[in-house]
């Protein structure tokens, strides 16, 4: 990993327009990730992971929502562009050879009616330039990468004579192909036994290790994040609550939601609490974010969380919370609670 960032958001908003009105799906999200370095991306379901990647990618269709603030400064090889204020032809040279991208699902991601090495092949021809029978080559080259076994035969093969973790293999190779400098991979093993899981997993860590590329992994498991990521971001409702490194993540969370959410894996020490008992729902994206988006689920609220909404702030060097309750004052409270039960106070 070094030193300058190679793309920083900052105060993304996404909005869609639906029948019913405006759904504020992204309210305001700043990150950074450097070259090597890999940024899991957790929250449950609807907290925004998927629209924040569409977002960087241009893949927000304009019929439907529309990006309404924010900047995404993306250091490309020919110089810095802003991926929110691009146009579709722009595009076009940054996705698939500056990012590449893995969805979930690779039977809709691939085309069933391409053999895989035509779809690496014109990856290569798009972005690179390279000829049929040279491309070819690079794309068996590719998928042997990929660990698929006897990949001169293979390459001739459609999608659907895959196994589910071979094809997610074929997409990392699609994806990586033009040889990108981003990889952004969106619940990219959700569908996958464990097994096969870990062994993507291993695979895209041994990728790394053999260039520079930065990857931004999502997930709804926190499990899968703490064995990839360097440093995670917790969403909700459309913000980033917590970022912090993985370590520090899960050895010191600071945010109430993020501490519902690790007590929620068995054997994280953080007993009590479990996710799916706190009561209330995910916050209504109908309105405009004014408060907490946590507000109503968390029992460390205090009357300012009624009044404002808390920004993401340091609380050391990589970690920062988005937060008005002190932890520190109530561990504090609770072990001068704790001492005085002791001394029979
Ligand atoms: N086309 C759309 N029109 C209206 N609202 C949308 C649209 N696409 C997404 N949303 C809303 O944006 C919010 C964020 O959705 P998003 O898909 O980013 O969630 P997610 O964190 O990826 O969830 P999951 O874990 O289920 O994939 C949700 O409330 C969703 O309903
Ligand atoms: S800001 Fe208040 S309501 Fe929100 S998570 Fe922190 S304590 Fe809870
Ligand atoms: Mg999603």
Not at 111 to 135: D, F
Request: glycine share 10%; charged share 20%.
């Amino acid at each position: 990993m070094t030193g300058e960032a190679l793309l920083t958001v900052d105060g993304l908003v996404t909005k869609f327009d639906a029948a019913d009105g405006v759904v504020h799906a992204i309210n305001g999200v700043s990150f950074d990730i450097r070259p090597g370095e890999t940024l899991g991306v957790v929250g449950e379901s609807g907290s925004g992971k998927s629209v924040t990647m569409m977002s960087l990618l241009g893949l927000i269709p304009s019929s439907v929502g529309r990006i309404a603030a924010g900047t995404a400064r993306y250091r490309a090889t020919s110089g810095e562009v802003d991926l929110l204020k691009l146009s579709e032809r722009q595009f076009g040279r940054i996705r698939g050879r500056e990012i590449g991208m893995v969805f979930q699902d690779p039977i809709s991601s691939l085309n069933p009616v391409m053999t895989v090495g035509r779809q690496i092949a014109e990856s290569l021809q798009r972005h690179l330039g390279l000829g049929r029978r040279e491309s070819r080559s690079r794309a068996i080259e590719m998928l042997a990468r990929v660990g698929i076994a006897d990949p001169s035969h293979r390459v001739d093969d459609y999608p659907h004579e895959f196994s589910g973790g071979m094809r997610q293999r074929v997409m990392i190779a699609i994806a990586l192909a033009a040889g990108p400098r981003l990889m952004i991979a969106d619940e990219p093993t959700t569908a996958l036994d464990v097994t096969v899981q870990a062994q993507i997993m291993a695979l895209v860590r041994e990728l790394q290790a053999e260039s520079e590329l930065a990857v931004i992994w999502v997930s709804h498991d926190l499990g899968v994040v703490a064995g990839l990521a360097d440093r995670v971001l917790v969403m909700y409702g459309g913000t980033i609550v917590e970022s912090a490194g993985v370590d520090d993540l899960f050895e010191n969370p600071q945010h109430p939601y993020t501490r519902g959410l690790l007590a929620s894996i068995p054997g994280t020490g953080l007993a009590g609490s479990r996710l799916a008992s706190i009561p209330g729902t995910p916050p209504s994206l109908q309105h405009e974010l004014k408060l907490c988006p946590f507000a109503d689920r968390c029992s460390h609220a205090i009357d300012r969380c009624a009044r404002e909404r808390p920004g993401l702030t340091p609380i050391s060097a990589d970690h920062s919370s988005a937060c008005f309750w002190d932890i520190d004052a109530s561990r504090q409270r609770d072990g001068v609670a704790v001492i005085a039960q002791r001394e029979g106070m």
